[in-house]
């Protein structure tokens, strides 16, 4: 089993910056991959961002070149800085953790990007 905690998120400008973590703890040893998804309302998840254990990173289009996604492997912490915010960035994100086994999920934290 692996636990997720996120932190970060809130309320920002459009133009902004914001910071989201998640710390995994429990059976990390199993984790293959870390990523964030965003739900907004009247929509499905999407991806956001998605990092391998080796460093290779995958980002939807519509955040690339604003949204950096970073991973800690000792810490087993997973990160997403998030510049030049957009009204259209609003969403719950959700963190996300794959093992060969099944997908974790993390609380979700609300960010909110006034125009």
């Known amino acids: 089993q692996v636990q997720l905690v996120q932190s970060g998120g809130g309320l920002v400008q459009a133009g902004g910056s914001l910071t989201l973590s998640c710390a995994a703890s429990g059976s990390t040893f199993n984790i293959n991959t870390m990523g964030w998804y965003r739900q907004a309302p009247g929509k499905q998840r999407e991806l956001v961002a998605v990092?391998?254990?080796?460093?290779?990173?995958n980002y939807a289009d519509s955040v690339k070149g604003r949204f950096t996604i970073s991973r800690d492997n000792i810490k087993t912490t997973v990160y997403l800085q998030m510049n030049n915010l957009k009204p259209e960035d609003t969403a719950v994100y959700y963190c996300?953790?794959?093992?060969?086994?099944?997908?974790?999920w993390g609380q979700g934290t609300q960010v909110t990007v006034s125009s």
């Open positions: 990092i391998t254990t080796g460093g290779a990173t």
């Open positions: 996300n953790v794959r093992t060969f086994t099944r997908d974790y």
